[in-house]
């Protein structure tokens, strides 16, 4: 195995897996190189488009029975819910097996890409005056796929 920082392999990890989903849903992906806005990625298709941020983690104790809690900095929660905003903003959250080597299989087959994406729509939560970070609530209901990620699209143009 290579010696890449497990923090940046996670991070290309996910934007992977949502890059993946998205070509296969026939939207285009825009890959953020600096992160100002709380955005790391946005998915287009024409002049829609919806902001996403996206975490990777392998902490399986924060999965629960039905759903993932994940901790956000207080500023990115912030830039994500400001109710400014005129397109929609979603945190991403891709879970991976603990051991790198289980992230993904391949075989003749395909690819199968380990564990999940879950989504949570941020603009429709309100800003806090916490210090550092934010507990974000993803339902598993709202797992990361073709179907959803079309979805959320759709939801974009004020067609859901």
Known sequence: MGTLDISASKEWFSVSYV???AYAAGYAVTVSSVDHFGVDLEIKDR??????????????SKLERDHLMYDL???????????GRNVPAYLFVVEVPPNREEWMH????????RKCGYYANMSRLSPTPNG???SVRLERVNRLTVDSLDRLMKESRGMG
């Open 19 to 21: 890059q993946a989903l």
């Open 47 to 60: 002049a829609f488009r919806v902001d996403v941020q996206m975490k990777c983690t392998a902490a399986a």
């Open 73 to 83: 900095d207080v500023r990115t929660y912030n830039l994500l819910t400001d109710p």
């Open 106 to 113: 391949c075989t003749s087959e395909g690819v199968h890409l």
């Open 132 to 134: 550092s970070s934010k």
